[in-house]
């Protein structure tokens, strides 16, 4: 048998019943329209679905993630590609275990997009099996990425209840200055997780048609003593490149919509590894997410967190404040201990230091305090409501900046995960 086909296998079927799963999920969330009897019965038998489908996409996942690593002789976390589909793992686990304590059917409707989106995004990486170079392979990366992954994957279901919390309680009527203010913000929230499907969308798009740029750049480096060395390097795009690879020359350009020659340069002082296709990459996903919100927006007529607060109405919003509590509460200390203390130990045998301020360590640091000062608010300041659920949202928008910002931006030593 060849266990990566079948691993690759297990991986779409888990995928196609996680889709099935949300659309479950949002019939729940839709109540009555669509059906002749009380809201209460449609909504436990569609929830009932969605989690028995989300259960068994996730037993389909767990396959993919041991027939992955018996295949490939290692486990399956040690590029973008790998840790993005076993964080999405992980994220059905939380919701799992999350749901069978507080049995709360509608936060499938916001967990399980959240895990379409990840393993979207993992997808646009290369997905074959890739030898590990000697910092990857001990125990120790095991253990700390698995839970530093895990304690992640509660922040984010975290974040969902907290993003339901506060489409629930926003006053859509309210024209006064605060109002309106809570409008724009969870108007935004949801406008930036479109832009990341519309990342996807280019992605994916621009893939299907072969689209394809090539740029040749080059790179001098200046030594201390003085002495400059000059180094020429391909750079190919799978984007139509808006911006071009600072100091290059195009050697292959496939013209679009008029656009025959980039409009202009990365600055030079964005030096890191394929800064300009980054950079590129970054202004697509604003122009196809900008795209796809205004396509939504003109089908609901309305701001797409005024479109859904009607269907959330009957959830108690405390419950909500709960979820996001719980889940964060059993997520930190388990972050804790893979992105700190167990990532300190790894680091002192990869690289003969415990800390060594790589940006990686310093965003998962960022991420310890942040979450440590939302407990603390929460906890002794009193901090509840639509505070603590702000707190929340930005919270995972910090973990998110760590797992995909550090990685594909920020050069360091945990670049390799980009590759």
């Known amino acids: 048998m060849n266990w990566l086909d079948f691993s690759s296998n297990s991986f779409i079927v888990a995928f196609y019943l996680y889709c099935a799963s949300f659309i479950s999920f949002a019939i729940a969330v839709a109540g009555k329209r669509w059906s002749n009897r009380k809201a209460e019965d449609h909504t436990s038998r569609w929830g009932k679905i969605g989690f028995g489908l989300a259960a068994i996409g996730w037993l389909a996942h767990l396959t993919f993630f041991f027939t992955r690593w018996y295949g490939g002789g290692h486990i399956p976390t040690s590029n973008m590609y790998e840790f993005m589909t076993f964080l999405g793992m992980a994220i059905m686990f939380a919701f799992i275990i999350v749901h069978l304590i507080y049995r709360n059917m509608l936060l499938g409707a916001f967990a399980l997009p959240l895990v379409i989106i990840i393993i979207a995004y993992a997808s646009v990486f290369p997905s074959e099996v890739q030898p590990l170079i000697p910092a990857l392979n001990n125990y120790w990366l095991k253990i700390h990425v698995?839970?530093?992954?895990?304690?992640?994957?509660?922040?984010?279901?975290?974040?969902?209840?907290?993003?339901?919390?506060?489409?629930?309680?926003?006053?859509?009527?309210?024209?006064?200055?605060?109002?309106?203010?809570?409008?724009?913000?969870?108007?935004?929230?949801?406008?930036?997780?479109?832009?990341?499907?519309?990342?996807?969308?280019?992605?994916?798009?621009?893939?299907?048609?072969?689209?394809?740029?090539?740029?040749?750049?080059?790179?001098?480096?200046?030594?201390?003593?003085?002495?400059?060395?000059?180094?020429?390097?391909?750079?190919?795009?799978?984007?139509?490149?808006?911006?071009?690879?600072?100091?290059?020359?195009?050697?292959?350009?496939?013209?679009?919509?008029?656009?025959?020659?980039?409009?202009?340069?990365?600055?030079?002082?964005?030096?890191?590894?394929?800064?300009?296709?980054?950079?590129?990459?970054?202004?697509?996903?604003?122009?196809?997410?900008?795209?796809?919100?205004?396509?939504?927006?003109?089908?609901?007529?309305?701001?797409?967190?005024?479109?859904?607060?009607?269907?959330?109405?009957?959830?108690?919003?405390?419950?909500?404040?709960?979820?996001?509590?719980?889940?964060?509460?059993?997520?930190?200390?388990?972050?804790?201990?893979?992105?700190?203390?167990?990532?300190?130990?790894?680091?002192?045998?990869?690289?003969?230091?415990?800390?060594?301020?790589?940006p990686k360590e310093v965003w998962a640091l960022v991420t310890f305090l942040f979450y440590s000062a939302y407990l603390h608010l929460r906890l002794s300041r009193g901090w509840q409501g639509t505070r603590s659920a702000w707190l929340a949202v930005i919270g995972f928008l910090v973990v998110m900046f760590t797992l995909v910002g550090v990685n594909l931006v920020i050069a360091g030593l945990h670049s390799y995960a980009g590759v």
């Open 146 to 358: 698995t839970t530093a992954a895990t304690g992640e994957a509660f922040f984010a279901v975290g974040f969902a209840a907290a993003l339901m919390q506060l489409i629930r309680v926003v006053d859509f009527s309210r024209k006064d200055k605060v109002g309106k203010r809570a409008q724009f913000w969870t108007e935004f929230s949801l406008y930036v997780i479109i832009v990341l499907i519309g990342f996807l969308v280019a992605v994916f798009a621009f893939r299907g048609a072969g689209y394809e740029a090539t740029f040749s750049q080059e790179k001098v480096t200046i030594a201390d003593d003085g002495t400059a060395t000059s180094e020429v390097k391909e750079v190919k795009y799978g984007l139509p490149p808006i911006v071009a690879p600072y100091n290059s020359d195009i050697v292959e350009f496939q013209s679009f919509i008029g656009l025959d020659k980039p409009l202009f340069d990365a600055p030079s002082w964005m030096n890191g590894v394929n800064a300009g296709r980054k950079l590129n990459t970054i202004i697509w996903s604003v122009i196809s997410g900008s795209l796809l919100y205004g396509l939504l927006r003109l089908l609901a007529r309305k701001p797409l967190a005024a479109a859904i607060h009607p269907h959330l109405t009957d959830i108690d919003a405390e419950d909500l404040e709960e979820i996001s509590y719980r889940a964060i509460a059993i997520g930190f200390p388990v972050f804790t201990l893979g992105a700190l203390i167990f990532a300190m130990i790894w680091a002192q045998i990869a690289w003969s230091r415990f800390w060594g301020w790589d």
